[in-house]
Each structure stands twice: as structure tokens, then as C-alpha cells.
């Protein structure tokens, strides 16, 4: 099986649909099977879309505090639910290869597939709104030209970061590479972990 296309069709379709009203408490409109690789990984382009604007608004010089406050507790639960999509994205592939006789001099890698394709994710994201600043309206030519050159890098790298993808789940599924994945044990939303929120709790 092809992976990569499909990670690519639905990670496009996710960004265009968030872009038809571009507006981060729109609720998400999951058009794939409950619990399929399909509906996770439009889930998760979603919630890197969504955070992506946030990110845009947070940066506003003029913010009032306490909307800021609001968007970092917003971006940080984000970042939390994107760990846990990346983990269990993961264990898909886990299981998908699962039967497969490791080789002796099997190398191991240096991300996990899913943290590959988080990247993949992301560079929707980047080349979405690069291709936007080519044809921004109010814009000199200069900064259309820089604008078209970045865009230009960027596609390679997802040329490249889809052929790297494509070859590691391949490698994988015929025993070249182990398939090792470490939770990632973010500690500062944990309330056993983060002294700030344990020690509120003393």
C-alpha cells in the first residue's frame, strides 16, 4: 500500500476545508469513519490548522492579556491532543506491522512514521499559506518574488519529506527497519509532574 498519497489527499483536504471559514472555534466536520487512519489523520491536520491561527493571533502586539492568557491555555491543550494523535497514529502502524520478521542488522530510525508525518502535516500548513503570500493583493513584487522562492523550497521538502515517509513505512513493513516509538511524557500538563501545579495542590 501507497501510504504517503493518502496522508497527502487528506492533510490538503483538511486545510482547504478549515479555509472555507478560517476561523479557529469552527467545529471540525470529520468526513471520515470513526476510529480509521483516515479520520485521524484529518484530525490531526485540523488541530495543527487550527493551533497555526492561533499561533497568528497570539502574536498580536495588542492583545489583552487576559484573551492571551485564554489563547495559551487553548494552544497548550493543542499541543497536548496533537502528542496523543501522533502516539496513536503510531500504534496503527504498530499494528499494521506487527507480523513482520525484523532482519538481523535491522537499523532503527531516527523519528518514528508518525512523528514524519506530523511534519508532512505541517508543511501543508507552510506551503498553504506561502502560495497565499504569492498572490496577496497590496503586496510589492519584491515581496511576491521572496514570497514564490520559499514557496519553491517548500515543495521540494515535501517531495522529499513524501519519498522519506514512503521509504521508511516501506523499510519497515520488510524488516530493513524496527519500528520503535517512545511516548514523549510531555510533563507540563501533567499535575504529577509540573512543580507549578503540584505544588498549588500542597
Known amino acids: 500500500m501507497q501510504f504517503v498519497p493518502l496522508f497527502n ?8 476545508d478549515y479555509h472555507k471559514t478560517d476561523h479557529v472555534d469552527q467545529p471540525i466536520n470529520n468526513p471520515y469513519e470513526w476510529k480509521s487512519i483516515e479520520y485521524y489523520l ?12 492561533l499561533e497568528d493571533i497570539i502574536r498580536d502586539p495588542n492583545i489583552d492579556p487576559v484573551k492571551a492568557l485564554a ?9 497536548q491532543d496533537r502528542t496523543d494523535l501522533v502516539e496513536l497514529i ?15 542488522d535491522a537499523t532503527i530510525n531516527t523519528e518514528s512514521p508518525a512523528w514524519a508525518i506530523d511534519r508532512l502535516s505541517i ?11 504569492t498572490e496577496r ?13 520559499k514557496l519553491d523550497v517548500l515543495q521540494a521538502q515535501m517531495q522529499d519529506l513524501s519519498l522519506s515517509i514512503e521509504q521508511l513505512l516501506d523499510d519497515i ?12 511524557m510531555k510533563m507540563y500538563n501533567d499535575p ?10 500542597q
Do not use: C
Open 137 to 149: 493583493e497590496g503586496t510589492s513584487d519584491e515581496h511576491r518574488t521572496q514570497a514564490q522562492k
Open 90 to 104: 503510531d500504534s496503527y502502524f504498530l499494528d499494521t506491522f506487527k507480523d513482520v520478521t525484523i532482519a538481523p
Open 42 to 53: 484529518y484530525l490531526k491536520n485540523w488541530i495543527d490548522t487550527v493551533q497555526w491561527h
Open 123 to 133: 508543511l501543508h500548513l507552510k506551503i498553504y499559506h506561502m502560495k497565499q503570500e
Open 9 to 16: 489527499r487528506i492533510f490538503e483536504q483538511s486545510v482547504l
Open 192 to 201: 504529577e509532574l509540573n512543580p507549578v501545579l503540584y505544588g498549588k495542590q
Open 173 to 184: 513493513a520488510h524488516g530493513t527497519k524496527k519500528m520503535r516509538v517512545y511516548k514523549q
Open 71 to 79: 489563547l495559551k491555555r487553548h494552544i497548550d491543550k493543542s499541543n
